[in-house]
């Protein structure tokens, strides 16, 4: 949806496989590698990064690799997928945005099943949130 918008995107996968579900003309910069090895994110641009996202399976490389991104290369937004709440409320704490599917799809769930209207991604991404509501 970025690079269809005209943003400069790149995409790091290990299985090149893999990149075929971006499908036709998806605009992509594509770098075959392990995301949290430090010489495949440069060779992928992340010193010009003006944002770094992860969203691989697992909370921990995600985390890892958001980590790196934040600290050592010093990107200014990071944002990781996060499946676990409690991990993603604490990571937040150290300027992380994770957002967590399962809270989001819950969250505006509930919202669509009550007819109310939906709140923002922040309202339903926070475990606090979700708990008063529930």
């Not at 392990?34 to 992928?44: I, K």
């Not at 704490?93 to 209207?117: D, F, H, R, Y």
Request: glycine share 8%; net charge negative; aromatic share 6%.
């Amino acid at each position: 949806m970025l690079a269809g918008s005209g943003h400069s995107v790149t995409v790091i996968e290990q299985d090149p496989r893999m990149l075929d579900r971006l499908g036709e003309g998806h605009g992509c910069r594509t770098v075959v590698g392990n995301g949290l090895d430090e010489d495949v994110m440069e060779a992928a641009g992340i010193r010009e990064a003006d944002a770094f996202f992860t969203v691989t399976r697992g909370d921990n490389t995600n985390l890892m690799a958001a980590q790196i991104a934040q600290l050592r290369f010093k990107v200014a937004r990071v944002c990781a997928k996060v499946n676990d709440p409690l991990r993603a409320a604490e990571y937040r704490k150290l300027g992380v945005l994770c957002i967590s599917p399962n809270l989001l799809t819950a969250g505006m769930m509930q919202s669509w099943l009550l007819e109310e209207p939906f709140r923002s991604v922040d309202s339903y991404n926070e475990l606090e949130e979700v708990e008063k509501v529930t």
